[in-house]
């Protein structure tokens, strides 16, 4: 399978977490990727994580990994208005011309932020 | 910004015509990707290009097609414009041939609207 999902709108208050979660379904050693686009932008690379680790954070966001579940996870702490923007998970993936990877991406994330 | 450029930004074209959108990588980078986002099927990859030749290809129409020269800047040629070929078309470089591990930055995009 080579679905990624995600839910479409996650709605959150100024200062909360936002949690922004993810479904995968290849099964092999991937690299999974998280990118923000803001309106009229193009997509800005936030982090990204192996599939043999369960956690990384880099300053106000923690990937947690659920490798059983396929379940990724972006977590932004202390959400500032400018973290308004959609939000994309993507996993490599390996498509026919002998093992270069694209990327398969889900629909996105749209994350509001209420004052 | 990621180092990678798109030209042009906008581009406004009739049913039948054909384009080509301009790609360069950021520097020392030697893959190009192109991806296409459409509100009805979001991000899909169309094609990879390392150091001047194809390397893989993903949902890409025949009516489609890419190159890449030896400067490693990338062309994506659109021919026969349909009106569902209206979409926001992006670039991406990666330093290496397009491992998993091999981290993609994305360009602004270029907005193309067929009439």
């Known amino acids: 399978g080579e679905d990624v999902e995600q839910s479409l709108f996650l709605s959150v208050r100024e200062g909360d977490s936002s949690v922004i979660n993810c479904t995968y379904t290849d099964s092999s050693s991937t690299y999974l990727y998280w990118y923000k686009q803001e309106p009229g932008a193009g997509l800005q690379l936030l982090t990204y994580?192996?599939?043999?680790?369960d956690m990384k954070q880099d300053q106000r966001l923690t990937v947690l990994l659920n490798k059983k579940d396929k379940h990724l996870s972006l977590r932004i702490a202390d959400t500032q208005t400018g973290d308004s923007a959609i939000y994309f998970c993507a996993e490599s993936m390996k498509y026919s011309g002998g093992g270069a990877d694209g990327l398969t991406f889900g629909k996105g994330t749209h994350l509001i932020i209420q004052p | 910004d990621s180092g990678v450029t798109q030209t042009p930004k906008h581009l406004i074209t009739a049913t039948g015509q054909r384009v080509t959108l301009r790609c360069s990588p950021r520097?020392?980078?030697?893959?190009v990707y192109w991806y296409q986002q459409s509100l009805d099927q979001g991000l899909q990859f169309l094609i990879q290009y390392y150091n001047g030749e194809e390397r893989a290809k993903g949902n890409i129409l025949e009516r489609f097609s890419a190159q890449q020269f030896p400067d490693l800047h990338s062309e994506l040629n659109l021919s026969s414009l349909e009106l569902g070929d209206s979409a926001l078309y992006f670039c991406?470089?990666?330093?290496?041939?397009?491992?998993?591990?091999?981290?993609?930055?994305f360009g602004p995009g270029t907005r193309l609207t067929v009439l």
């Open positions: 994580i192996f599939s043999n680790m």
């Open positions: 991406a470089s990666s330093a290496g041939a397009g491992a998993v591990s091999d981290t993609q930055y």
């Open positions: 520097s020392g980078d030697l893959s």
